[in-house]
């Protein structure tokens, strides 16, 4: 067999793009269950919902994860493809820009998805269609991290549909854009967590005030009404979509 070519095959990078996206999940999601339900943590970390999440519901977090890391990775091949026939914005060479472009690429990435992911779950909120496709989601009605992609198919390939189409015409290197999946999940799970690791006085703060919690996710879960933002908290306040327990909670 010509290894060579095993390498570089479509199905052989499909694969590993997938064992990476789910590798990363089950280890970030696994550490942080670890540390708040396992070692103890829950006596020091704030529980948002008292009761222990079902373990049938993170057995099927786990599995629905799966399908979304193949999703993940199919998007990832396409964007392979894309770039090698030239019809990106990706940029290979580190100094074609200037260094500090890598943190305002990035910064400009989390504003758009930011942006593209309030206006998107409020459309699966309002739509009877795509209430049964989310739905899925909101299963874990009381979520732990491994909740942190487990999407339907159909929702999966909208969450990540945004970024083809922003580095389309937006210069973005690699380094980035990896940068940017992680902190996407990274933040994923802390939304998931089913604990609070922030001090509510950060929220209360001129700045934090603008930033979400995992509080808020958490609530979103429990009633599905409110409470539509991603990594920040304006689009809420400025449509009045937060609910009134987390107004409540971040202005006592």
């Known amino acids: 067999m010509n290894l060579d070519i095993l390498l570089t095959s479509p199905a ?19 550490l942080a269950f670890w540390w708040c339900y396992r ?10 919902q008292s009761a222990p999440p079902r373990k049938a519901r993170i057995w ?16 990832g091949l396409g964007l392979k ?15 074609q820009h200037p260094w500090w472009y890598l943190i305002c690429s990035f910064l400009l990435l989390v504003i758009i998805h930011d942006t593209y992911f309030y206006f998107l779950h409020r459309w699966f909120h309002a739509s009877s269609w795509w209430r049964k496709i989310h739905a899925v989601h909101h299963r874990s009605h009381n979520p732990t991290p491994f909740a942190a992609l487990a999407f339907h198919p159909l929702e999966a390939v909208l969450e990540v549909a945004i970024i083809p189409l922003v580095v389309l015409w937006l210069p973005v290197h690699p380094i980035v854009l990896l940068a940017f999946a992680s902190f996407s999940l990274f933040w994923n799970i802390y939304g998931h967590l089913g604990y609070e690791l922030i001090p509510f006085w950060v929220f209360r703060s001129r700045i934090g005030r603008y ?18 933002g991603l990594y920040f ?6 449509l009045g979509t937060n609910s009134e327990s987390y107004l409540k909670k971040v202005s006592s």
């Open 81 to 95: 493809w894309l770039t090698d026939a030239g019809h990106t914005a990706i940029y290979s060479d580190v100094f």
């Open 12 to 30: 052989t990078t499909w694969v590993a793009g997938a064992a990476f996206v789910y590798g990363r999940y089950a280890l970030l999601a696994g």
């Open 39 to 48: 070692r103890g943590g829950r006596i020091t970390l704030t529980k948002i």
């Open 233 to 238: 908290n304006y689009w809420d306040r400025w």
């Open 60 to 75: 099927e977090e786990l599995r629905e994860s799966a399908v979304t890391a193949l999703v993940f990775a199919t998007f």
């Open 211 to 228: 930033l979400n919690s995992s509080t808020h996710h958490n609530l979103h879960h429990a009633d599905g009404r409110h409470n539509f």
